[in-house]
């Protein structure tokens, strides 16, 4: 079932770095929130909505939404940044832009064998060069759901500056800065040495979050959860339809046996960048009966996963995520179908940890001749 979230008010995400009182004056900001901020304030909205914390401690509830030791059917997609009706992505990290320039075309990176002067412990048998003239930069911008799908179809991006006049992340929130200060408990007066700012993100009137709620039987039609810190509000409410319909019906021929996987959102995997189920030396591997081979990979700098957990009163295990927008490139090695590639792949989380959260939605797409 599909849901949509908006904020009642702003909005504090962090990442896994330290924020200590005294300590830290700065915040390091995420947006949009990770998976399991957005999955950890749906279940707890569910608890109160089908009952209270006593009957969740007593396993009342554990068929749905766990226990405090393990977690129950509930999975999530998403969180996804939306617009109205429109969902919009991170730019593909295959894709870059003209240095110093925004709102430019977008420009393809071609997949190449690895020469044999390559000195760098990069060990895969392919890699992605820019045989242009021109100076590129990754693209930190957002897609529109219409344009990934050109991505995903192997369709050039002729046309950025149109395609995004209403995609920059400044036009689907902005950032305002909250400056703060300890106060003695005795005299109330501020104590010296603990300033600090926290960004806050306040989302456009239209903007939205919209995530997938899949496995639980009874699906309330709208609520309010709190979200991020400082115990802000936002709405919930069920919608009829899937923003993400026009993506689920690409179609793939995979002409030269190749195909890549795009991550929407951050994935965890147990061997740092690498899936699990790849071999560190050959690089094959098989995930749901297909043999594959990871022959190339665009991925951007890691980023910090971590929390706190309310019910153990102690920190997170903290994680290394491949980061949003980060691409691997596959060779197929047996005679599986696009349809079966499809249904292994597309849409769906395929992270090492926490794949019930949220983490590593993926989506399947081409790879040009």
């Excluded at 700065?26 to 089908?50: C, D, H, K, Q």
């Excluded at 048998?125 to 050109?150: F, H, I």
């Amino acid at each position: 079932m599909f849901y949509k979230i908006k904020p009642l008010d702003t909005l504090f995400f962090r990442d896994g770095r330290p924020f200590s009182m005294g300590a830290e004056t700065w915040a390091n900001p995420v947006f949009p929130p990770y998976p399991s901020t957005v999955y950890g304030a749906i279940r707890t909205w569910l608890i109160f909505e089908w009952g209270n914390l006593e009957k969740f401690k007593k396993g009342e509830l554990k068929e749905e939404l766990g226990t405090l030791e393990n977690k129950g059917s509930l999975k999530i997609k998403g969180p996804l940044l939306a617009l109205e009706d429109i969902l919009y992505f991170p730019v593909p990290k295959d894709l870059l832009k003209e240095k110093g320039k925004k709102d430019e075309k977008l420009y393809d990176i071609d997949l190449v064998n690895k020469p044999e002067i390559f000195i760098s412990d990069y060990n895969l048998a392919k890699c992605l060069v820019n045989k242009s003239d021109t100076e590129l930069e990754e693209a930190d911008e957002l897609l529109d759901r219409d344009r990934l799908k050109d991505y995903l179809e192997g369709k050039e991006i002729t046309n950025y500056t149109k395609y995004t006049e209403n995609t920059e992340k400044d036009k689907l929130f902005t950032k305002e800065l909250k400056t703060g200060i300890k106060r003695s408990r005795k005299t109330l007066s501020s104590e010296e040495g603990y300033l600090y700012r926290i960004p806050m993100i306040r989302l456009d009137k239209k903007a939205s979050l919209y995530i997938e709620i899949e496995g639980i039987n009874n699906y309330p039609e709208k609520g309010l959860i709190q979200l991020g810190g400082e115990g802000k509000t936002a709405q919930i409410e069920k919608i009829q339809n899937s923003l993400m319909e026009s993506l689920q019906n690409v179609k793939f021929k995979f002409e030269n046996r190749r195909f890549k996987i795009y991550f929407a959102i951050p994935a965890i995997f147990k061997k740092g960048w690498l899936p699990d189920w790849i071999d560190e030396s050959s690089f094959e591997g098989e995930f749901n009966g297909i043999k594959l081979k990871l022959i190339a990979c665009a991925i951007g700098k890691f980023v910090l996963i971590g929390g706190w957990d309310l019910a153990r009163k102690k920190p997170k295990p903290m994680y290394k995520a491949v980061p949003a927008g980060s691409v691997y490139y596959f060779e197929i090695l047996d005679d599986s179908t696009p349809d079966k590639i499809k249904d292994a792949f597309h849409l769906k989380n395929i992270s090492d940890i926490n794949s019930e959260d949220g983490f590593g939605l993926s989506l399947v797409g081409e790879v040009k001749l």
